[in-house]
């Protein structure tokens, strides 16, 4: 079930010169939300921007009743989210998304996430670390681009982190390091988000090396809650398409096009 809700903001930090976390307070949003689920946000009352924008949950926290998510600035949507402050009361609709990350049956788990896409991985790696091997691969741009080392090194087993140009980290892309482990021990599954060319590539290494993958996609969107057609992706298993807002946002890797 989804709500949508008025919620007041608890929290909010800057991570980033573009980049922000905030924490809103709901019950019934903490109570429902799974890991890979995201929320519609409205960030005023006026018309423009009319539509609500998607951001991933970052971290549930069923205790103190929050949801916590993490964003860039990238246009009007995002920009006016960023000047709101602790106190403010914005419009959230959610927990969004039938996809959610499936992982209670994993021991060993991969995770693989790339600049802004880290941040639905999170949750993820939070909860399954209670009960699987936790190897997370994130890759960034270079040093000034890492993002919450921190946060994945105390809920992983191993974390590689790379950066293309090696000014922190390994050097590379994550995806080779990914690659390279799995030569020694493959996981149960591979989890990933992030820009298109690293989930191509896991798609095109699982498929190749006969290993379950589980990716959230990021569709541009429109209503969020499957009317009006826009996140469309192609169904490789049928003739039809999937919504992102509804089917997804987290699809078994083989069974979606992008
Ligand atoms: C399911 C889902 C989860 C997301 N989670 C996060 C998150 O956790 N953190 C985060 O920072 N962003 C996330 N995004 C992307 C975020 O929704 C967009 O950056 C935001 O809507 C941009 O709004 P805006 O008004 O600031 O920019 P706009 O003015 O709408 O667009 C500015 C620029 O951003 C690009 N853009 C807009 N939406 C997307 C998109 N969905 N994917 C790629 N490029 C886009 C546009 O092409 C344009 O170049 C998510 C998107 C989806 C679909
Ligand atoms: S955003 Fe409207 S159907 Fe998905």
Do not use: W
């Not at 991969?110 to 993820?124: N, R, T, V």
């Amino acid at each position: 079930m989804s709500f949508s809700r008025s919620v007041e903001i608890v929290a909010k930090e800057q991570l980033k010169s573009n980049i922000f976390k905030f924490a809103i307070k709901s019950e019934e949003m903490a109570k429902e939300a799974l890991p890979g689920q995201f929320l519609e946000i409205r960030v005023n009352d006026n018309l423009e921007p009319f539509l609500r924008r998607p951001i991933s949950i970052h971290k549930i926290e069923k205790q103190k009743n929050e949801l916590e998510f993490i964003f860039q600035v990238r246009g009007k949507g995002t920009e006016i989210l960023a000047q709101k402050q602790v106190g403010d009361k914005i419009s959230v609709m959610g927990p969004l998304g039938k996809g959610s990350f499936q992982f209670e049956n994993h021991k060993d788990i991969a995770i693989i996430g790339g600049g802004i896409g880290i941040f639905p991985l999170y949750e993820l790696a939070r909860q399954a670390s209670k009960n699987a091997n936790i190897t997370t691969y994130l890759g960034f741009r270079s040093k000034d681009f890492v993002l919450l080392e921190d946060e994945f090194s105390k809920v992983s087993n191993q974390l590689v982190l790379t950066t293309d140009d090696g000014s922190y980290g390994q050097n590379g892309f994550a995806i080779d390091y990914l690659k390279e482990d799995c030569k020694k021990k493959k996981p149960d599954c591979i989890y990933a988000c992030g820009p298109l060319p690293m989930l191509k590539a896991v798609r095109d290494f699982a498929a190749q090396n006969n290993i379950h993958a589980q990716v959230s996609l990021e569709e541009r969107m429109g209503c969020g809650i499957g009317i009006c057609l826009g996140c469309a992706v192609k169904d490789r298993n049928s003739e039809g398409y999937k919504h992102v807002c509804k089917d997804g946002p987290v699809f078994d890797i083989a069974d979606v096009e992008f």
